[in-house]
Structure formats: C-alpha cells, structure tokens
C-alpha cells in the first residue's frame, strides 16, 4: 500500500475545498439506499455504494491487501 501523506497540512487551501465538495455530496446521499462491499478473500468491508449507476470498480482491501475487482450494481426494488 501507498504511504499515507497529510494533505490537510500539505495544501490546506485545496482540502478545504475538498472538503466543502465532499459535505455537499453527504448531504445530499444522506437518505439513499447503501449497500457495504466486502473483499471475498477475508469479508472484510471495504467499501460502500450509495443507490445510482455504477461500473466495474477495482479497490485494494485494507485489511488482507488483496486487489478486489466488483463487477457493476444496480439498485432496484425486490419483487
């Protein structure tokens, strides 16, 4: 894994924007359907989709290391 770096103290201006982007977004998913991914290695969480399109996504589990590919969701009411 990559070296962990402190943008907060490295460009304060560019996180604060960030920073106010991100809140923004927050808000605005606050009342959507979540659905938490986990790694098929160890089943740890790694991450969470919030109800919209989504395509093929590649992430890194935190906590065996193993490169994840999940394939595209969609949201949809069950029958």
Not at 4 to 12: A, G, L, T, V
């Amino acid at each position: 894994m990559a070296r962990k770096i402190n943008i907060k103290k490295i460009d304060p201006e560019h996180y604060a924007q960030v920073k106010s982007e991100q809140e923004k977004l927050e808000a605005q998913c606050a009342g959507e359907l979540k659905l938490e991914r986990l790694c098929p290695y160890c089943r740890h969480p790694v991450s969470v989709a919030i109800r919209g399109t989504h395509g093929f996504v590649m992430e890194v589990c935190p906590k065996c290391e193993e490169e994840v590919i999940f394939p595209p969701m969609a949201f949809r009411l069950a029958n």
